[in-house]
T-cell receptor
Framework: EPEVTQTPSHQVTQMGQEVILRCVPISNHLYFYWYRQILGQKVEFLVSFYNNEISEKSEIFDDQFSVERPDGSNFTLKIRSTKLEDSAMYFC????????????FGQGTRLTVV | KNQVEQSPQSLIILEGKNCTLQCNYTVSPFSNLRWYKQDTGRGPVSLTIMTFSENTKSNGRYTATLDADTKQSSLHITASQLSDSASYICVVKAAGNKLTFGGGTRVLVKP
């Protein structure tokens, strides 16, 4: 069964460093999303991406964040200068059709900023 | 502000028993409501997705209901199994792309 894959599963980085979280969405999907979940809290929407551009972003997704689909298969989330409060589980999701339909989530990348 | 509230926060049930989880939302305009199962440290996995016109939807031993008038949904688990131990998250989609997540109900099934 096709699935969304994320790498790495766990990343530890020093405060102020840049990190890139990688996702390979399901191959025929066109809609891509990043979510995050701070330990013990709700999952929060970060950004959606369609047709090579951001279609919606939350207030969390500030100038420190960026997304890219560099090669038609990968979908990346970059955090330019990590802060302690960026520590969270980051989930990538993809969907075949519009946002009203099913979104399939990856297993997540646990980011720890020290 | 769009919000999704779930109850109870956690519950323990014996294997083989049934349970019902509740979800109340104040998301507008409503597009659809989803229930996800999330194992610890894993990504959410979809159980059901319901639109405004759907009152009930089943997926195996999981049955979701939706009352769009009162903005309530429930997830009923029948004949629980040990593998049902997980967090169950109610997620509501409004206009646009964003999903609003509830805090989840943590279910523990004991033998």
């Amino acid at each position: 069964e096709p699935e969304v894959t994320q790498t790495p599963s766990h990343q530890v980085t020093q405060m102020g460093q840049e990190v890139i979280l990688r996702c390979v969405p399901i191959s025929n999907h066109l809609y891509f999303y990043w979510y995050r979940q701070i330990l013990g809290q709700k999952v929060e929407f970060l950004v959606s991406f369609y047709n090579n551009e951001i279609s919606e972003k939350s207030e969390i997704f500030d100038d420190q964040f960026s997304v890219e689909r560099p090669d038609g298969s990968n979908f990346t989330l970059k955090i330019r200068s990590t802060k302690l409060e960026d520590s969270a589980m980051y989930f990538c999701a993809s969907g075949a059709q519009g946002p009203a339909t099913e979104a399939f989530f990856g297993q997540g990348t646990r980011l720890t900023v020290v | 502000k769009n919000q999704v509230e779930q109850s109870p926060q956690s519950l323990i049930i014996l294997e083989g028993k049934n349970c019902t989880l509740q979800c109340n939302y104040t998301v507008s305009p409503f597009s659809n409501l989803r229930w996800y199962k999330q194992d610890t440290g894993r990504g959410p996995v979809s159980l059901t997705i319901m639109t405004f016109s759907e009152n009930t939807k089943s997926n195996g031993r999981y049955t979701a209901t939706l009352d769009a008038d009162t903005k309530q949904s429930s997830l009923h688990i029948t004949a629980s199994q040990l593998s049902d131990s997980a967090s169950y998250i109610c997620v509501v989609k409004a206009a646009g792309n964003k999903l609003t997540f509830g805090g989840g109900t943590r279910v523990l099934v004991k033998p």
